[in-house]
């Protein structure tokens, strides 16, 4: 069950998200706390918290465009669509991180 829950707010904390034009990147430690106080809000233990934070927060600052990252920082939790060029990586980042820190997707 705990698997299950880690899951669906792992879904949930780092959304797909509207773009517009690219821009400069923010800190991966900013990407980081933000990914990290997210999923701990959204009912993730702090261990998972960290680790999936530890394992995405690299990856998509490395993948992902500036402003996709920027708006993961103001808003873990929003609900908006990927830019086009970001849905592959963030889908492929978010199902590696999960299965890394739960062993499973």
Known sequence: MRIKKFAAVAMMAVPALVLSACGGK???GDLH????SALVDAGASEDQAAAYADCAAPKMHEELSG???EKIIENPMGNKMVDQDDVAPYNDIDQACQEEVLGTA
Do not use: M, R, S, V
């Not at 706390?33 to 990290?36: D, N, R, S, V, W």
């Open 33 to 36: 706390k933000a990914i990290e």
């Open 26 to 28: 923010p800190a991966e």
């Open 67 to 69: 402003d996709t990252l």
